[in-house]
């Protein structure tokens, strides 16, 4: 015998009645549903909000956005969206993970800060504008239509201010300073400082406090050269922890001990400032001198 087919039930469609917090207004909506099959379907990312999938109990609905709920599992997705933080009609920002690429390589390209977005469940297209190293958390800034990507970059460099924190090892004599070299890098892909050209990086820094073994800082780019953070605190003697590629030699963090706190850019269309704000994991922090294992 033929084994009955079995159908799919459809997706649930609604319109939020009021402002209030995701599962609250689902909930109000679903008086029928039992509160786990509810957020059963926020976990396995099957609610969305006007086309952005989440999995936040608390997400923010305004009345008269659309919810959906795909009754049927959601296929794999390359892993969980990293959290958004801001978003608009134009641009939307991440706050992204360490380890996490931004774009693909020709060794990954399933796992991709882009590629999640991408696959979230999202409408419409978004577009690079620009990069974090992979093992470098925060701020990371997408735009929704290739011509707003190509304002932001048109003037990036004048128009932007990016600030980091960063854990470096050992203790710096100079407590603040500013690192202009020009860059260039070799066939295997490490970036150094040349006296003989290659392209300007500029790089300040001011350190927070250290606790004698290491030292935590804020640095602040005027160029986004590749890795140029990275080069310069391990010029100065003071490489980033976890950065075993740039002369570190402890890591106990168990990551790069990088992260990018701070982008505030001049609005495309408002034409407005826009300050966008990444704080860093709980695990970010100062480590104790007893924790400078290799």
Not at 22 to 45: A, N, W, Y
Request: glycine letters at 8%; hydrophobic letters at 35%.
């Amino acid at each position: 015998m033929k084994k009955p087919i079995r159908k799919t039930k459809p997706d649930i469609r609604f319109t939020a009645k009021s402002d209030s917090g995701l599962l609250d207004c689902v909930k109000s909506e679903l008086t029928g549903f039992p509160s786990g099959k509810i957020k059963s379907f926020l976990k396995h990312r099957q609610i969305s909000v006007d086309g952005v999938s989440t999995t936040k109990f608390d997400y923010p609905v305004k009345k008269g956005q659309l919810i959906s709920i795909r009754q049927a599992p959601v296929p794999e997705s390359p892993g969980p969206a990293p959290d958004i933080m801001y978003e608009d009609d134009w641009l939307i920002a991440i706050n992204k993970p360490a380890g996490l690429l931004t774009v693909a390589t020709d060794r990954e390209k399933e796992k991709t800060a882009y590629r999640m977005l991408k696959d979230g469940g999202r409408e419409g297209h978004i577009f690079v504008v620009h990069r974090l190293d992979r093992d470098t958390s925060g701020v990371l800034l997408f735009a929704k239509s290739r011509e707003i990507r190509d304002v932001l970059q048109s003037s990036w460099e004048d128009a932007v201010k990016r600030e980091y924190l960063a854990i470096c090892e050992g203790v710096f004599e100079q407590k603040s300073g500013r690192c202009d070299t020009m860059l260039r890098e070799t066939s295997t892909h490490l970036v150094y400082s040349s006296p003989y050209g290659g392209k300007r990086a500029i790089t300040n820094y001011e350190v927070i406090r250290d606790n004698g073994l290491y030292s935590l800082v804020r640095v602040w780019i005027e160029t986004g050269r590749k890795n140029q953070i990275r080069v310069h605190l391990s010029e100065l003697g003071h490489p980033v922890v976890g950065d075993k590629k740039y002369g570190a030699k402890s890591n106990p963090l168990g990551r790069l001990g990088l992260h990018a706190g701070l982008l505030r850019i001049m609005h495309p269309v408002t034409n407005t400032p826009l300050i966008l704000e990444a704080k860093p994991g709980r695990k970010f922090k100062l480590p104790a001198r007893a924790n400078s294992q290799k």
